[in-house]
C-alpha cells in the first residue's frame, strides 16, 4: 500500500499532525502499535487532560538546545488549540495558572482529534507493529505486521518512554540512529522522588500530607504544592522540580513559603504570648507536620521562652529542609522522558531531518521536555501541526 505519508504514533502530536496534513489534501495513514491510540491522553491530567496553558514561553521547556521549540510555539499558540477546542465544543476551565483541564473528560481531546483526522481523510490503524524501514531512493518502505507500506514522507511520532504499560517504547529513537541522528541521554521527568535516607520514616509517616512549599535545585525554584508519599515526596512542586534535578543534587524546601518564620515566632514573643509553640504554629501549617516537624521535644514550651538561638533553628528547619533524594520513580511513573532525538538533526521549522529528506520526528521523541501545567501537551501541538504544513 502506498501512502503520501505516514505518522507512526497516534498520539498528541502524530494525530495533531496527520489531522493537519490531510486537510492539505496529502493522503495519510497513522500506524500505532497499541490496542487504542491517544492512551497518554485519555490517563492525562487526572483523566481531565491539562490540555494547555494560557501563557506558554519558550522557557517553559528544557532542551540542550534552548531556541528551537521557538518557532513552533510562536506559529501554533496556545490560543490556537483553545479555538480548536471551543470549535468542537469541548467545555473547560482554568484550574490554576492558566492550566486548562476538560470539565468532563480527557476523551473529550482525543476525540476531537480523531474527529479532525476522519474531517480530513486520515486513516488510523492500531496494532500494527513496524518490524523494519527502509529508505530506497526518494521512498520509505515499512514491514509491519498488517504487510508493507510505502510512503513519500515518514513521521515519527512515538513519544517518549514513560508509562511504558501504555504502549511506550524507545522505537523513535532507534529511527533516529538509523538514519544518522543523534539522541541525547534521556531520563524519567516530571516524576516523584524517592528518599531513603534518615528521613525515610518521617516522610513515610507523613504520606498522604500535602502542603504549600517553595522548592529550589540548580537555580530553579517553583512555589507549588508538595505531598508526602510512602516512598518520598511527589505533587506538582516535585514533579516540577524533577526537570531540573540530578542524581545526587540535594532539594531546598521552604515549608512556609511566604513568610519569615522567624520573624512571625519573634512577634508572638513580642507580644508576650504564653501558647505553646507548637499550637501557634499549627495555626500557619498542618498540625500533624508541625509535631513530627518540631526537633524532638521542640515546641512545648510557651512561645515568650525561646532565645534568639532556638527561633533561628526551627525556622530554619521548616524553611530551610535539605533532602537529597535517592532517585525517582522512574519511568513508570513519570509523566514525560527528559531528553530525545538531538534537536541539531532536525530543522525547527519544518522538523524534517536534516540527514534524510522527508523523515520527520513531532512531539515528546525530541529532546524537549515541558514544564507541568499543559506545556508538554501543547508542544504536542505545535511540532505536529508546524510539521504537518510539510510532510
Ligand atoms: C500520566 C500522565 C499524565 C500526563 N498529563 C499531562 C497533562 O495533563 N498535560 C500535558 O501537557 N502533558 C501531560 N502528560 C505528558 C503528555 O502526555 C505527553 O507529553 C504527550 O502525550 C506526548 O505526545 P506524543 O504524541 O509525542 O507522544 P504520545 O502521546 O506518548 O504518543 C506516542 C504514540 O506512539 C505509539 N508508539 C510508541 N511506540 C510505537 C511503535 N514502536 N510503533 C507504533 N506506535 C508506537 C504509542 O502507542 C502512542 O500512541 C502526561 C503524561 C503522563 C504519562
Known sequence: MHVDCIVIGGGAAGLMCAATAGYRG?????????????????????????FTNYTI??????SANAHFCKSALSRYKSADFIELVERHGVSYHEKTKGQLFCDNKASDILNLLLTECEYAGVSVTTQCSIEKVAKISDKFHLQTSLGQYTCDSLVVATGGLSIPTM????????????????????????VPFTITDKW????????????????????????DPLLFTHRGLSGPAMLQISNYWRPSDSLLIDFYPDGDLAEQIKTWRSQGNKSELKNLLAMLLPKRFVESWLPDGEGSRAVNQYSDA???????????WRVTPSGTEGYRTAEVTMGGVDTQGVSSKTFEAKTTPGLYFV?????????LGGFNFQWAWASGFCAGQYV
Open 26 to 50: 496529502r493522503q495519510v495513514a497513522v500506524l500505532d502499535h497499541a490496542n487504542k491510540v491517544g492512551k497518554k491522553i485519555l490517563m492525562s491530567g487526572g483523566g481531565r487532560c491539562n
Open 57 to 62: 514561553e519558550p522557557h517553559h521547556y528544557l
Open 167 to 190: 504502549g511506550a517504547t524507545g522505537f523513535g529513537y532507534q529511527i533516529a540512529q538509523q538514519f544518522g541522528l543523534a539522541c541525547t541521554p534521556v531520563w524519567a521527568s516530571l
Open 200 to 223: 525515610q520514616p518521617i516522610v513515610n509517616e507523613l504520606s498522604g500530607l500535602s502542603l504549600n512549599v517553595r522548592v529550589t535545585c540548580n537555580k530553579q525554584s517553583f512555589s
Open 310 to 320: 532556638d527561633i533561628s533553628r526551627i525556622a530554619e528547619k521548616f524553611q530551610r
Open 363 to 371: 512531539g515528546e521523541v525530541l529532546d524537549v521536555t515541558g514544564w
